[in-house]
């Protein structure tokens, strides 16, 4: 159960990042690692892709570069305390509908048929989660997608957070586990239907997102990662908002105090993070940021 959960909650982060065509796999000309300077002061970002195939190793050599040059490592939350079982009794508060629905009072009848037939694809009769959020049940289905294409493997923010333990680095944390859980089982929430009917029309494309947005995370180009972003702002504004600008008000504070503090951080945050008109690195150029792509 608690894996179960550790990979549906990192999974979701891919919901609603919208499929885009794009360049298929290149050679590498950059990495998904930036170092930002700024008065004397410098700090590393690196795009994490969550989640990943055993062929997808061994990662970057850039992201050791960066982990090495810096003393403290920073990522979203701790991705450990997923295994915890207070953080496991707090998702399985969170992922029911309350106040007695289904899946079959909420949805329309259309939407309804629609998630049990795709749901019955994968063997999974719907009355059998008639009680979980939309968010968890595309969550679920999003998660048999991926491991049919490989994606069983542990991201980039696992990897790094283990190799910083092992070499007694500081660790630090943009936000608690408990407000990625509420951002992530609340997806959907006042627009179910639309939600639904959406996620399972993005499925259809999985598998040509997953090659382009990985082929930008290698190589350090942004062309496929960029129309993700732009398609989730103008189709899914209120996601947007959640997942992207929100967050990144929260986190700006914290990274400029980070760059001013004289120490040498890495901060590793989701790709989408990186990307886009209000992604970090265009916030940190705003502010007067000298930004490298390590290569």
């Known amino acids: 159960m608690k894996r179960f959960l550790y990979f549906t909650l990192i999974l979701a982060l891919f919901i609603s990042c919208g499929s885009s065509s794009g360049r298929t ?5 950059g990495s998904s690692v930036w170092m930002v300077s700024k008065d004397g002061n410098t700090l590393y970002l690196g795009g994490s892709i969550h989640i990943l195939r ?54 329309d009848p259309d939407v309804y048929t629609m998630l049990s037939d795709s749901l019955n694809e994968y063997g999974l009769p719907i009355e059998s989660i008639s009680g979980f959020k939309p968010s968890m049940v595309m969550t679920m289905l999003t998660m048999i997608q991926f491991q049919e294409y490989g994606f069983t493997q542990e991201g980039i923010d696992f990897y790094y957070l283990q190799k910083a333990l092992d070499e007694n680095k500081q660790i630090q944390f943009l936000e608690s586990v408990e407000s990625q859980i509420d951002m992530l089982v609340s997806m959907g929430e006042g ?45 899914w504004p209120q ?25 040498t951080y890495f901060v590793i945050a989701g790709l989408l993070h990186m990307h886009g008109p209000d992604g970090l690195l265009k916030q940190l150029e705003d502010k007067g940021c000298t930004i490298e792509q390590l290569k």
Not at 202 to 221: A, P, Q, V
């Open 25 to 29: 796999a290149g050679e590498p000309s």
């Open 54 to 107: 055993e062929d997808d190793f061994p990662l970057p050599k850039e992201f050791d570069l960066a982990l090495s040059k810096s003393e403290i490592l920073v990522l979203e939350a701790d991705v450990e305390q997923m295994e915890d079982d207070e953080v496991v009794r707090y998702v399985m508060s969170q992922m029911f509908l309350s106040d007695n629905q289904t899946l079959a009072t909420l949805l």
């Open 191 to 235: 627009y179910e239907n639309d939600f639904v009917r959406y996620s399972l029309q993005d499925l259809e494309n999985t598998g040509t997102f997953l090659e382009t947005i990985l082929n930008d995370w290698r190589t350090g180009e942004s062309e496929s990662t960029e129309m993700s972003i732009k398609s989730m702002k103008e189709e």
């Open 239 to 263: 996601i947007y908002k959640t997942m992207i600008t929100d967050r990144h008000d929260a986190w700006m504070p914290q990274i400029e105090e980070f760059l001013d503090s004289g120490s």
